[in-house]
């Protein structure tokens, strides 16, 4: 009895210690990945804007959370508007998930990393799906692109109509604090 249940313990510890080591080169991979596409954990600390009267205000706040496997984004944060955006890796994706302040939380996928012409990283997020949406909820955003050029930030929001069209967009310039 004892010969049976040693190899078969054996064989067992090996395969844990087999998905452990998996599990951890994965947990690496989207780790180093996240940082390569996204640039995302590079905008950790807080981002400034002008309000419609001219003065500053806090714009968002990101932080790297998750033992590093996320970045969450407070969208104006203390205000009865505030939103919270998490990004991370969904296997080879970078995703972002806006919690919206409407109710309804869209997921996009990001479609593009690359430099612009003036040094730029741009980051464009197209819309995937979205969860929670109800009848009273006309529009929701769709799509996002990021786009960063030193201690400045811009984010440009895109929201989508209930037949997935565009129904304008809205634009965010931040600096860096």
Same mark, same amino acid.
């Given at each position: ?6 190899? !078969? ?14 599990? *951890?080169?994965?947990? !690496?991979? @989207? ?7 996204? +640039?995302?954990? @590079? ?7 002008? &309000?419609?009267?001219? @003065? ?11 033992? +590093? ?8 944060? !203390? ?25 309804? *939380? ?11 012409? *003036? ?6 997020? &197209?819309? &995937? ?35 997935? !069209? ?12």
């Amino acid at each position: 009895m004892t010969r049976i249940f040693r190899p !078969g313990f054996l064989i067992i510890a090996c395969m844990a210690l087999a998905a452990c080591n998996a599990t *951890q080169k994965r947990t !690496g991979s @989207a780790e180093r990945d996240l940082d390569m596409l996204g +640039g995302i954990k @590079a905008l950790e600390g807080t981002w400034t804007m002008l &309000d419609e009267n001219g @003065a500053e205000i806090v714009g968002t706040v990101y932080k790297t959370t998750a033992a +590093g496997s996320a970045v969450q984004e407070v969208m104006f944060p !203390g205000t009865e508007h505030e939103m919270v955006n998490l990004y991370h890796m969904d296997g080879s994706d970078l995703v972002v998930t806006h919690y919206c302040a409407a109710g309804n *939380q869209p997921r996009m996928v990001a479609s593009e990393a690359r430099t612009g012409p *003036q040094g730029e990283r741009i980051y464009r997020f &197209d819309f &995937d799906r979205v969860s929670n949406l109800r009848p009273e909820h006309q529009y929701y955003m769709g799509n996002l692109t990021l786009t960063i050029k030193g201690d400045h930030l811009t984010q440009t929001w895109t929201s989508l109509d209930r037949k997935g !069209g565009s129904a304008g967009t809205v634009e965010f310039e931040m600096t860096r604090r």
